[in-house]
C-alpha cells in the first residue's frame, strides 16, 4: 500500500511545509507509506490563526446547528470505515482484524454521541438572595490544541474533536508523525461540512508543530494523550501562560487476580487487558498480573496456552491477532525490556522473548515474564509492547500494597466471584478507571481518566466534556430596580 503525499489542513484547504516532508514508514515491512508535512513555528501560527478567526461564527452557531454538523459527520464517515481502518493498520501496524476496524467504527459512534450531547452545556440559578437572580452559565474556552500520539490515533482524535466542537470551541490538532494518514482522511470528510477553520489539522514532529502548538499564546486550552514525560512538558508550557490542560497520560496498569478466578473466561479477560491485541501498545495495558499463589501455576499455564494460539503477522491479514510495533525505536526498546526482565535471577521466561532473526517489519510475540519482584524496572516502568509481568500474592492488603506501589494510576482490573470482594479491592486500588470481571476497553459514557502522574481531567463522557472544554461564567442580576 502507498498513500503518496498528504497535505496538512489548514484554513478549510490543504497546505504544506516550508520545511519539507516527513517520510511515513509502514512497521508492516518497512516501505514509505508516503510523506506528509513537517510543520512548525510558521504553520502552526497560521493554524492557529485560522481557528482563532473561526471562533466567534462557530460559537454563535446554536448548539443544535453543531450536533446537526457533527451528526452529519458521522453519517459520511461511515461509508469509508473500512478504508480508514486499512490505512490505520498500515501506518501504525494494529492488526484490521482485532483492532482498527473497531477503533474505526469507533469514530461514527463518538461523533453521533456528542452530537446528541451538545445542547447539554446547562448552567444553574443558584438561590442566593430574594433580591437577585444568580445563574451560571457554560461557555465555549475559544482555540483547543490536542496532540494525540500514534497508538489508537483515530479514537483519541475523535474523542477530543466532537467534544470540543460540540461545545463551540475550535481546533487545531497535531498528529503523530507515525500515524497521519487515517486522521488525515478524517479530517478530509469533516472538513464537508465546517466551516473554514473549525478543524485544522498539522503534522510534523513533537519537539518542532507539538511545542510550536503548546507554546502558542492564542492557544487557549490543551488537550493531550501521550507519555508522561512529553505531559509534563505539556504542562510546563501551559502554566507560563495559566492555560488548562487535559491530559491522559501513561500508565502501568494492575490486574488482581483471585483464587476464585482460575478459568479460562478470566484468562481471556487477562489477555484482553493487557492489550496484546494492539501489541501491549496502550496506556491502559494491565502489564503488572498479580496471581495469587495458590492457582499461579495453573493460571500461567492457561495464559501461556493462549497466547500461544496468538497469530502474529501482517495487520492488514484477516487471520492475524496482533500486528507489529509502531517503529524501530520501540522495537529496541521493548527488547531490550525483555532481556533485562528475563535475565533477573528467579525470573522465567515462559513466552515470548527476543527474536533469534528481525523479519521485514517489527515483530514480537507475546511475552510473558513470570516470578517477577515488584522492584525491578521491568515491573515499574511503561513498556508500551506485548510485555506482562507475572507476580505471586497470598495476601489481600499485600496485593493492594503492591498494586498501589506506582507512580501511576489510570487503569486497573480485579477477577474474582466474590463481587464484594472484587468491590472492596477497586474501591482500594488508586486509578482513574477501574474494571471488575472484564478487560475491554473504554465505552462512551463512561468517565475515562487517570490519578497520579498519569494525567489530569477526564474524556469520553458528558462529564468529560464540560470539564475539559467549557468555562463557568456566574451572572448577578439585581431583582430590586
Given at each position: 500500500m502507498?498513500?503518496?503525499?498528504?497535505e496538512?489542513?489548514?484554513?478549510?484547504?490543504?497546505?504544506?511545509?516550508?520545511a519539507g516532508?516527513?517520510?511515513?514508514?509502514?512497521?508492516?515491512?518497512?516501505?514509505?507509506?508516503?510523506?506528509?508535512?513537517?510543520?512548525?513555528?510558521?504553520?502552526?501560527?497560521?493554524?492557529?490563526?485560522?481557528?482563532?478567526?473561526?471562533f466567534?461564527?462557530?460559537?454563535?452557531?446554536?448548539?443544535?446547528q453543531?450536533?446537526?454538523?457533527?451528526?452529519?459527520?458521522?453519517?459520511a464517515?461511515?461509508?469509508?470505515?473500512e478504508?480508514?481502518?486499512?490505512?490505520?493498520?498500515?501506518?501504525?501496524?494494529?492488526?484490521?482484524?482485532?483492532?482498527?476496524?473497531?477503533?474505526?467504527?469507533?469514530i461514527?459512534?463518538a461523533?453521533?454521541?456528542?452530537?446528541?450531547?451538545a445542547q447539554?452545556?446547562?448552567?444553574?440559578?443558584?438561590?442566593?438572595?430574594?433580591?437577585?437572580?444568580?445563574y451560571?452559565l457554560?461557555?465555549?474556552?475559544?482555540?483547543?490544541g490536542?496532540i494525540?500520539?500514534?497508538?489508537?490515533?483515530?479514537?483519541?482524535?475523535?474523542?477530543?474533536i466532537?467534544?470540543?466542537?460540540?461545545m463551540?470551541?475550535?481546533?487545531?490538532l497535531?498528529?503523530?508523525?507515525d500515524?497521519?494518514?487515517?486522521?488525515?482522511?478524517?479530517?478530509r470528510?469533516?472538513?464537508?461540512?465546517?466551516?473554514?477553520g473549525?478543524l485544522?489539522?498539522?503534522?510534523?514532529?513533537?519537539?518542532?508543530?507539538?511545542?510550536?502548538?503548546?507554546?502558542h499564546?492564542?492557544?487557549?486550552?490543551?488537550s493531550?494523550?501521550?507519555?508522561?514525560a512529553?505531559?509534563?512538558?505539556?504542562?510546563?508550557k501551559?502554566?507560563?501562560?495559566?492555560?488548562?490542560?487535559?491530559l491522559?497520560?501513561g500508565?502501568?496498569?494492575p490486574?488482581?487476580v483471585?483464587?476464585?478466578?482460575?478459568?479460562?473466561?478470566v484468562?481471556?479477560?487477562?489477555?484482553?487487558?493487557?492489550?496484546?491485541f494492539?501489541?501491549g501498545?496502550?496506556?491502559?495495558?494491565g502489564s503488572?498480573?498479580?496471581?495469587?499463589?495458590?492457582i499461579?501455576?495453573?493460571?500461567?499455564?492457561?495464559?501461556?496456552e493462549?497466547?500461544?494460539?496468538?497469530v502474529?503477522?501482517?495487520?492488514?491479514?484477516?487471520?492475524?491477532?496482533?500486528?507489529t510495533?509502531?517503529?524501530?525505536?520501540?522495537?529496541?526498546?521493548?527488547c531490550?525490556?525483555?532481556?533485562?526482565?528475563?535475565?533477573?535471577?528467579?525470573?522465567?521466561?515462559?513466552?515470548?522473548?527476543?527474536?533469534?532473526?528481525?523479519?521485514?517489519?517489527?515483530?514480537?510475540?507475546?511475552?510473558?515474564?513470570?516470578?517477577?519482584?515488584p522492584?525491578?524496572?521491568v515491573?515499574?516502568?511503561?513498556?508500551f509492547?506485548?510485555?506482562?509481568?507475572?507476580?505471586?500474592?497470598?495476601d489481600?492488603?499485600?496485593?493492594?500494597?503492591?498494586?498501589?506501589?506506582s507512580?501511576?494510576?489510570?487503569?486497573?482490573?480485579?477477577?474474582?466471584?466474590?463481587?464484594?470482594?472484587a468491590l472492596r479491592?477497586a474501591?482500594?486500588?488508586?486509578?482513574?478507571?477501574?474494571?471488575?470481571?472484564?478487560?475491554?476497553?473504554?465505552?462512551l459514557?463512561?468517565?475515562?481518566?487517570?490519578?497520579?502522574?498519569?494525567?489530569?481531567?477526564?474524556?469520553?463522557?458528558?462529564?468529560?466534556m464540560?470539564?475539559?472544554?467549557?468555562?463557568?461564567?456566574?451572572?448577578s442580576?439585581?431583582?430590586?430596580?
Open positions: 502507498t498513500v503518496g503525499d498528504q496538512m489542513i489548514v484554513n478549510g484547504v490543504g497546505a504544506q511545509a516550508v516532508w516527513i517520510d511515513v514508514e509502514s512497521p508492516r515491512d518497512g516501505s514509505i507509506l508516503g510523506r506528509v508535512p513537517r510543520a512548525g513555528e510558521v504553520e502552526v501560527d497560521d493554524a492557529v490563526r485560522a481557528a482563532a478567526a473561526a466567534p461564527r462557530w460559537r454563535e452557531k446554536s448548539a443544535r453543531r450536533g446537526d454538523l457533527l451528526r452529519q459527520i458521522a453519517d464517515v461511515a461509508p469509508h470505515v478504508e480508514i481502518a486499512r490505512l490505520s493498520s498500515a501506518e501504525n501496524g494494529n492488526a484490521l482484524r482485532t483492532q482498527t476496524r473497531g477503533e474505526a467504527a469507533f461514527v459512534d461523533f453521533r454521541y456528542f452530537a446528541g450531547l447539554e452545556a446547562k448552567g444553574e440559578t443558584i438561590p442566593i438572595r430574594p433580591d437577585a437572580l444568580d451560571s457554560r461557555q465555549p474556552i475559544g482555540v483547543v490536542a494525540v500520539p500514534w497508538n489508537a490515533p483515530l479514537m483519541l482524535s475523535a474523542i477530543k466532537a467534544p470540543a466542537l460540540a463551540g470551541n475550535t481546533m487545531v497535531k498528529v503523530a508523525e500515524a497521519p494518514f487515517a486522521v488525515l482522511k478524517l479530517a470528510i469533516c472538513q464537508e461540512f465546517l466551516p473554514p473549525v485544522n489539522v498539522v503534522t510534523g514532529y513533537g519537539k518542532e508543530a507539538g511545542e510550536a502548538l503548546t507554546s499564546p492564542g492557544v487557549g486550552k490543551l493531550f494523550t501521550g507519555s508522561t512529553v505531559g509534563r512538558r505539556v504542562m510546563e501551559a502554566s507560563e501562560r495559566l492555560v488548562p490542560v487535559s491522559e497520560l500508565g502501568k496498569s490486574q488482581v483471585f483464587p476464585d478466578a482460575d478459568e479460562d473466561w484468562v481471556s479477560g487477562v489477555v484482553s487487558g493487557m492489550r496484546f494492539r501489541q501498545q496502550s496506556c491502559t495495558a503488572r498480573l498479580f496471581v495469587h499463589a495458590d499461579f501455576e495453573s493460571f500461567t499455564a492457561k495464559l501461556v493462549q497466547l500461544s494460539a496468538f502474529v503477522g501482517d495487520p492488514l491479514d484477516e487471520k492475524t491477532d496482533m500486528g510495533i509502531v517503529n524501530r525505536a520501540q522495537f529496541e526498546k521493548v531490550d525490556y525483555i532481556r533485562e526482565g528475563a535475565a533477573q535471577p528467579g525470573a522465567r521466561l515462559l513466552a515470548g522473548g527476543v527474536p533469534d532473526e528481525r523479519a521485514d517489519g517489527y515483530y514480537l510475540t507475546p511475552t510473558v515474564i513470570a516470578d517477577v519482584e522492584s525491578w524496572r515491573a515499574r516502568e511503561e513498556i509492547g506485548p510485555v506482562v509481568c507475572v507476580i505471586p500474592w497470598t489481600e492488603d499485600e496485593v493492594v500494597a503492591m498494586a498501589n506501589d507512580h501511576y494510576g489510570l487503569a486497573a482490573f480485579v477477577w474474582s466471584k466474590d463481587l464484594g470482594k479491592t474501591h482500594r486500588i488508586e486509578a482513574g478507571w477501574v474494571q471488575v470481571n472484564q478487560g475491554g476497553g473504554q465505552f459514557g463512561q468517565s475515562y481518566g487517570g490519578t497520579k502522574t498519569s494525567g489530569l481531567g477526564r474524556e469520553f463522557s458528558l462529564e468529560g464540560l470539564e475539559s472544554y467549557t468555562e463557568r461564567k456566574h451572572i442580576v439585581s431583582l430590586s430596580q
